[in-house]
């Protein structure tokens, strides 16, 4: 039984900016058809499917694929809301070690940049409404937008109680893109003349969809949100206590990898001093390094540990 009463689903982004776009749509040129999308997806479906096969992998080939690190033309979401927060966390913790830190001259008297920058940082969470949007798959037989639900043979995905989102290119209006955002392209469907709903939208300044209502419910919102250090310190605090860490989620090697790779990278950012806050001017500095007790993660509480 899933542990959401609501029956939300959600989505976790490394950056406020990431739309709903599949890994395999990005790396098309923005002028290719659904058709020819659909083929090579296929190709890669049945070389991925030969390939589970032959290492005795058992399982839907699409959730294999997905929760394998292969692209594809899906995308994530789960059931937790605490899943959704570990993989836009984590997603940006790696991304902004290998972009900043890695293979870099860092200068420090420009630490207080990667500090702000590291600090001040947007997430992203996309929740949908599920049980709303089963109501309308079930009106709307032709709805562009799929939602597949937990594939318990995967222990990842299960682990995750995760669940997988994809278009149906055979059901898109003719404008839309394969590059355009899921949720933007179900609002295009229900804007059709011929459709008898419509998606009340509201957009932010970029005329990005941040809200999307059906019959005056929510089915949509997009979150956007900040980690100050203290955050950070009691969202590990929180991810440790409901299960949603590394070798919970991944429960096989690749947790045990992460769970090592990413405290590693998280001690790089305390030992430059990056994974702080700026004290105010009227705190004490009580460390030899001229830090605050109280400005210090306290990675014990969390999944991340610190390295002796």
């Not at 940049?113 to 049980?131: A, D």
């Not at 109680?161 to 003719?174: E, H, R």
């Not at 933007?184 to 459709?195: C, G």
């Amino acid at each position: 039984m899933h542990q959401n009463p609501n029956n939300f689903i959600y989505r976790g982004c490394a950056c406020e900016s990431y739309d709903l776009v599949p890994p395999l749509a990005r790396k098309q040129k923005p002028n290719v058809s659904f058709d020819t999308y659909a083929k090579y997806a296929d190709i890669l479906k049945k070389a991925a499917k030969r390939g589970y096969t032959e290492v005795g992998m058992s399982g839907h080939v699409n959730d294999l694929s997905q929760h394998y690190g292969l692209s594809t033309s899906y995308l994530d979401w789960s059931y937790l809301v605490y899943v959704a927060m570990y993989f836009a966390f984590t997603s940006y913790l790696k991304k902004f070690v290998d972009e900043n830190i890695l293979d870099q001259q860092i200068d420090p008297s420009k630490m207080c940049i990667l500090r702000n920058k590291f600090n001040n940082h947007n997430y992203c969470i996309y929740k949908l409404n599920k049980t709303l949007y089963d109501e309308i798959a079930c009106k709307y037989p032709n709805l562009p937008l799929k939602v597949y639900d937990t594939d318990f043979k995967n222990e990842r995905m299960k682990s995750q109680q995760g669940l997988l989102s994809c278009v149906d290119g055979n059901k898109v209006t003719p404008e839309t893109k394969i590059q355009d955002s899921q949720i933007e392209i179900l609002v295009k469907y229900f804007n059709q003349t011929d459709s008898r709903d419509v998606l009340k939208t509201k957009k932010d300044q970029n005329e990005k969809i941040i809200n999307c209502f059906w019959k005056n419910k929510l089915l949509f919102e997009k979150i956007p949100f900040k980690l100050s250090q203290i955050e950070r310190n009691y969202l590990q605090k929180c991810l440790k206590e409901n299960g949603a860490i590394s070798t919970k989620l991944f429960p096989d090697f690749e947790g045990v990898k992460k769970n090592i790779v990413f405290s590693e990278d998280y001690n790089i950012l305390r030992d430059w001093h990056i994974a702080y806050q700026e004290a105010d001017f009227h705190q004490t500095w009580t460390t030899d390094s001229g830090l605050n007790k109280d400005q210090i993660d306290q990675l014990d509480e969390g999944e991340f540990f610190a390295f002796q």
